[in-house]
């Protein structure tokens, strides 16, 4: 069994800032990548950044200078430090682990941007 456990959001405001964190636990014997996707209401769960084991990395359009993903995979960890935020980054955040055999999600965490 693997878990995942999101952890980070809040209510932030408009120009702020939140790290999200999500560590994988359990029958890991490698991770190949780790990513984090969300879901706004009414809208399909899109991908937001992803990271390979070698610390590729790649982002949705929508937040390519302002978000930051990074991992430690000695504690096989993934965060994403999100800056300059904004309303349309409202949504709940799911962390996703590629075990290279399967692949498994975290229950989310919720990000509110508002003032």
């Known amino acids: 069994q693997v878990q995942v456990v999101e952890s980070g959001g809040g209510l932030v405001q408009p120009g702020g800032s939140l790290r999200l964190s999500c560590a994988a636990s359990?029958?890991?014997?490698?991770?190949?990548?780790m990513g984090w996707y969300r879901q706004a209401p009414g809208k399909e769960r899109e991908l937001v950044a992803v990271i390979t084991r070698r610390s590729v990395t790649n982002y949705a359009d929508s937040v390519k200078g302002r978000f930051t993903i990074s991992r430690d995979n000695n504690k096989n960890t993934v965060y994403l430090q999100m800056n300059s935020l904004k309303p349309e980054d409202t949504a709940v955040y799911f962390c996703?682990?590629?075990?290279?055999?399967?692949?498994?999600w975290g229950q989310g965490t919720q990000v509110t941007v508002s003032s």
């Open positions: 996703n682990v590629d075990l290279y055999h399967d692949d498994y």
């Open positions: 359990g029958s890991i014997f490698s991770l190949n990548s």
